[in-house]
């Protein structure tokens, strides 16, 4: 089965500065990588995801690649803000698979 | 629509009782996934359902674990007895066709003392 595996587990930075979160999976047929932030107290939401067809795809101050080739994708959040603040989780969808494999999560903490 | 429902949205219990969870899916969605979470060990899935059956439940850690979906609008989580090592964060997650987004509920908080 697939197995994602992400680094950092604790990740601090200033307010205004760029954020990088980093998965890897094993699994080279998997072919959809989602990203959810779970704020305290809440479930995990989707913010962004990629599918294996494309290598990077930005929604404002998001942004995600994927290299097939190495088997890892990463998270970037540009212009951090103290909302940013959450626990960020990596996925992948194993091929054949019907649900998904979560990362171990990275705690973001924003300095003001 | 109101999302994925759980309840109760905390759940204090002693040890050896039993504990029911409860999960409303979006309506439309057949898969249907309960997680547990800790600080540990992250988030793990311990079962899921495709159109109301049990697909996979390799997850379950334990025979006091047992997880229904009688109709596609309800699923069960029961742990019975349960243990203080159960004291996690269950979530229950709901997604329309493979591979698809997943919606997660707010989560059921439990605390076995």
């Known amino acids: 089965g697939e197995n994602v595996e992400q680094h950092p587990s604790t990740l601090s930075v200033q307010e205004g500065d760029s954020a990088v979160i980093k998965c890897t999976y094993s699994?080279?047929?998997?072919?959809?990588f989602p990203w959810y932030k779970q704020e305290l107290g809440k479930g995990p939401q989707l913010i962004i995801d990629?599918?294996?067809?494309?290598g990077e795809k930005k929604d404002q101050r998001i942004a995600v690649t994927l290299n097939k080739t190495a088997k890892h994708f990463s998270l970037h959040i540009t212009e951090t803000q103290p909302e940013d603040s959450a626990v960020y989780f990596c996925?992948?969808?194993?091929?054949?698979?019907?649900?998904?494999?979560f990362g171990k999560g990275t705690h973001l903490i924003i300095q003001p | 629509d109101a999302g994925v429902i759980q309840s109760p949205r905390h759940e204090v219990t002693e040890m050896g009782q039993e504990v029911t969870l409860r999960c409303k899916p979006i309506?439309?969605?057949?898969?249907l996934f309960w997680y547990r979470q800790t600080m540990m060990r992250g988030l793990e899935l311990l079962i899921y359902?495709?159109?109301?059956?049990?697909?996979?439940d390799s997850g379950m850690p334990e025979d006091r674990f047992s997880a229904k979906m009688p109709n596609a609008s309800f699923s069960t989580l029961k742990i019975q007895p349960s243990e203080p090592r159960d004291s996690a964060v269950y979530f229950c997650?709901?997604?329309?066709?493979?591979?698809?987004?997943?919606?997660f509920g707010p989560g059921t908080r439990l605390t076995v003392t």
């Open positions: 699994d080279s047929a998997s072919n959809y």
């Open positions: 997650a709901t997604q329309r066709g493979q591979g698809t987004e997943q919606y």
């Open positions: 996925a992948a969808l194993g091929g054949g698979a019907d649900g998904l494999t």
């Open positions: 990629i599918r294996s067809n494309v």
């Open positions: 359902f495709n159109n109301n059956v049990p697909i996979d």
């Open positions: 309506s439309g969605h057949d898969y």
